[in-house]
């Protein structure tokens, strides 16, 4: 099995600054992308970043200059350092890693439990 934990979200002012951690543990051969995706309420789960294992990145329009996604490869974790924060930022922040299971030729797509972020005004 594979599980994929979150960490790092909380409730911080509008300004402020979050890093939120993912880990990846279990059944692993390898780990191609992984990334950040948000819901917020009444809203669809969007993507916000995503990096490749060779690094490369993308990332929404809404979030572009202010949050960086980065990758330790060797710990099979993805991190999402969010700067100036804005309350249109609130929502529930989740992991996703596409991997390839031990044993297997196969990819999959796997999701974290999420963690909320909230940014009040």
């Known amino acids: 099995q594979v599980q994929l934990v979150e960490s790092g979200g909380g409730l911080v002012q509008a300004g402020g600054s979050l890093r939120l951690s993912c880990a990846a543990s279990?059944?692993?051969?390898?780990?191609?992308?992984m990334g950040w995706y948000r819901q917020a309420p009444g809203k669809q789960r969007e993507l916000v970043a995503t990096?490749?294992?060779?690094?490369?990145?993308k990332y929404a329009d809404s979030v572009k200059g202010r949050f960086t996604i980065t990758r330790a490869n060797d710990k099979n974790t993805v991190y999402l350092q969010t700067n100036s924060l804005k309350p249109e930022d609130t929502a529930v922040y989740y992991c996703?890693?596409?991997?390839?299971?031990?044993?297997?030729?196969?990819?999959?797509?796997?999701w974290g439990q999420g963690t909320q972020v909230t940014v009040s005004s």
């Open positions: 996703n890693a596409l991997l390839t299971v031990a044993g297997t030729y196969s990819m999959y797509n796997y």
């Open positions: 279990g059944s692993i051969f390898s780990i191609n992308a």
């Open positions: 990096i490749t294992s060779g690094g490369s990145t």
